[in-house]
């Protein structure tokens, strides 16, 4: 099972930038999704974006679409999320995750999180 470590998350400003990063501990194999979610305190956990490892198809959730896009670095098993235009709205725990096949529901292996703050 694949475990993923996410990492880059802090305080920024209405209006700034971040990247997160998600290091996957073992191999990541051209059939995974790698996926981003959020949870912001008090709501459900919310589909952020995700990619194909083989690179073939994005989506991303309707909220984030403009702002964020998610890449991935095969020979350093990564995926990231280069986060701009941040929002107040944008604070919550970013979490990495895959599934096999391509979806946007269904993932597992959840990393632990990294805390996003945006301050207004």
């Known amino acids: 099972q694949v475990q993923l470590v996410e990492s880059g998350g802090g305080l920024v400003q209405t209006g700034g930038s971040l990247r997160l990063s998600c290091t996957a501990t073992?191999?990541?194999?051209?059939?995974?999704?790698m996926g981003w979610f959020r949870q912001a305190p008090g709501k459900e956990r919310e589909f952020v974006a995700a990619?194909?490892?083989?690179?073939?198809?994005?989506s991303y959730g309707n909220s984030v679409k403009g702002r964020f896009t998610i890449s991935r670095e095969i020979g350093k098993n990564m995926v990231y999320l280069q986060m701009n235009s941040l929002k107040p709205e944008d604070t919550a725990v970013y979490y990495c995750a895959y599934r096999l096949g391509w979806g946007t529901t269904d993932f597992g292996s959840w990393g632990q999180g990294t805390q996003v703050t945006v301050s207004s």
């Open positions: 990619i194909s490892w083989s690179g073939g198809r994005i």
């Open positions: 073992t191999r990541i194999f051209s059939s995974y999704v």
